[in-house]
């Protein structure tokens, strides 16, 4: 949600258009609008527009200065409009925020009663006026003073007439400084918008500061001494963040399915033992997350329960802290997020750990909140994934989970279980580049509704299968456990509707096969997503059939969540809709 970047160069060089290449790295964080201000330590200009980033280049040629900040922008708080876009200014200042000012409006009246005029909806521009209002010549303390009254979350860069330094602050939202190979120094929300101009970078801790000139970074902590900072290695680089030859990051990321296990299979061997320490006196696991990452919590559940007998409950993080949960120093926490950075899950995380639980992070960002709060984390490799609709760290997910449970089970097992996943990565590429999934596609392209069931482990990857058509198509979809159709869902079954019924696991097969009939004798449009061969054909020319390739029942997710995200990816070109920027969606949510 909301990217941001900066850039400070030596004098007369160009921070707009660098800053504008960086955006545009992040416009997966949002695409409502953007924006960038640059001072060449003078005067400070802003060129802000609705839409996506691309807006911004006819106005490039006018922002001429060494130190610019932009922004790319997903509305929460006032419309996507040219006034709401950022940067905000405040007279000298300008500003560009991610996060959310919770008390925006009792600060935006009491400054309004103060006589400050607003020029937009949001709750971000009452920061530029209270730094307007607070800065004498001291970036540092002004911002230090205006962050004192804000509360909620933060990732803050200022720039000021009359300043060579960027200032920039953090509280909940990520922030990480680069130190260029180029002369130049850089801030930003995340590193793709840093790859290939920095190395090493540090990840600014909550409460931090930062200035920023060409030529020095200073952090500070929140009582403003100065602090050493912690360099680490930047490992986005552009060549991975390109298309690679596909039409979309969609498209291009379900084709590295194979890789992402591969990889989170090979980094899980250095987490290994801390892992199992962390399990030790555990009597009870929770797996929360949200959307996708809880879609991949319902399939680790059953691992843990069969692999290692562990009872496990699954909540969505949302969910999850405004329940009571019952949590305590043998209860496991495990925390699933491809951004490590969801509001939602790094609450719950926190929550966790206050009550005296161990928290296992799952996530795909290794300087993230949630790694920085998490007991042990446990890695899943998938490289960068731009497209809003996560695929690839998914299927990344699932396998961590897989070994984690492979992990802590019975050691006669064990062997067996972890012998298999070395599969996965083969069988994946065998549906990505054979599957035939056009004339489901079509159906679904053009239906009303399409509804998704499975039962077991085939109805965890039905929930997947239905927010993942949601996301990049918009049509209307359900995932449910298909024990259920008859108790509902059947109502809306009808020509214009289209049934998939997952089946890959034999011994259930009887069962699901009776949802197909239901939903034929009901006239209602079928498909049939199977490895089972006699299921097949028991349907041939009843039903749209999907093979795929025959595989342990425990495997089955990872082949058929990367069959129904591709039929998804198929669906929504189909219907000439973007699926790598779904329209009001961002790909990290950083507020709850
Ligand atoms: C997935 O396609 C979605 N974009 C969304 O549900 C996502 O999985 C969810 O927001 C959680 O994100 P996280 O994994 O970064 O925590």
Avoid at 126 to 148: I, M, P, Q
Wanted: glycine share 8%; aromatic share 6%.
């Amino acid at each position: 949600m909301c990217g941001i970047m900066g850039c400070v160069g030596p004098a007369s060089s160009d921070a707009a258009n660098t800053v504008y290449k960086g955006l545009k790295k992040l416009e997966y964080r949002g695409y409502d609008s953007a924006g960038i201000a640059v001072t060449d330590g003078n005067a400070v200009n802003v060129v802000k527009k609705k839409g996506a980033v691309e807006k911004l280049l006819p106005s490039l040629a006018g922002l001429n200065g060494n130190i610019a900040i932009g922004h790319t922008r997903w509305a929460t708080h006032g419309k996507p409009s040219d006034a709401n876009a950022h940067p905000h200014r405040s007279g000298g200042v300008c500003i560009v925020h991610n996060g959310i000012i919770e008390n925006y409006a009792e600060l935006r009246e009491e400054l309004s009663s103060l006589g400050e005029t607003f020029y937009s909806e949001t709750d971000s521009e009452v920061v530029a006026v209270l730094f307007r209002r607070n800065y004498r010549g001291d970036l540092l303390r002004a911002l230090a003073e205006t962050v004192k009254l804000l509360k909620g979350s933060y990732a803050l860069m200022v720039i000021c007439a009359g300043e060579q330094k960027i200032a920039a602050a953090k509280y909940k939202s990520p922030l990480i400084i680069g130190y260029g190979d180029d002369g130049k120094n850089y801030c930003a929300s995340d590193e793709p918008a840093l790859a290939d101009k920095c190395k090493i970078m540090t990840v600014l801790g909550d409460g931090c500061f930062a200035l920023i000139s060409a030529d020095n970074v200073e952090i500070y902590d929140g009582g403003l001494r100065p602090v050493t900072a912690k360099k680490v290695p930047l490992t986005a680089v552009s060549a991975e963040l390109s298309l690679n030859g596909c039409s979309h990051y969609m498209l291009k990321e379900l084709r590295e399915v194979p890789v992402s296990v591969k990889n989170t299979v090979s980094a899980f061997s250095g987490v290994e033992s801390k892992l199992k320490e962390a399990f030790k006196n555990v009597s009870r696991v929770i797996i929360t997350g949200c959307g996708t990452a809880y879609h991949a919590g319902l399939i680790g559940k059953r691992y843990l329960e069969r692999f290692a007998g562990i009872p496990t409950e699954v909540q969505t993080a949302g969910e999850f802290r405004y329940t009571e949960p019952l949590i305590n120093e043998n209860t496991l926490v495990l925390a699933i997020s491809q951004s490590g950075e969801t509001a939602d899950t790094v609450e719950a995380a926190r929550l966790s750990l206050a009550k005296g639980a161990k928290v296992v992070a799952v996530t795909n960002s290794a300087y993230s909140e949630l790694t920085r709060l998490a007991t042990v984390t446990v890695p899943v490799a998938a490289g960068p994934e731009i497209c809003v609709a996560a695929t690839k760290s998914y299927t990344g997910q699932i396998a961590a989970l897989y070994l984690i449970a492979a992990t802590i089970c019975d050691e006669s097992v064990k062997t067996n279980i972890l012998g298999n996943i070395n599969c996965v990565p083969e069988l994946c590429k065998q549906v990505i580049e054979n599957i035939n999934i056009n004339t489901l596609a079509h159906m679904c392209a053009k239906s009303r509704g399409v509804y998704f069931m499975g039962r077991d482990l085939d109805y965890a990857v039905a929930r997947e299968a239905s927010l993942k058509l949601k996301e990049v198509s918009y049509i209307p979809s359900e995932g449910y456990a298909a024990g259920e159709l008859k108790h509902g869902t059947l109502a809306l079954i009808d020509r214009k509707t289209v049934s998939v019924v997952l089946i890959t696991d034999k011994e259930l097969a009887e069962k699901s096969a009776n949802a197909v009939e239901q939903v034929l004798a009901r006239k209602g449009k079928a498909a049939v997503i199977t490895c089972v061969k006699e299921v097949a054909e028991n349907f041939e020319g009843r039903a749209e059939i999907v093979l795929l390739p025959k595989c342990d029942k425990f495997l089955a997710p990872f082949i058929a969540s990367s069959a129904v995200q591709y039929l998804a990816y198929r669906t929504a070109v189909l219907r000439r809709k973007n699926p790598d920027k779904p329209r009001n969606l961002a790909k990290s949510v950083t507020v709850e």
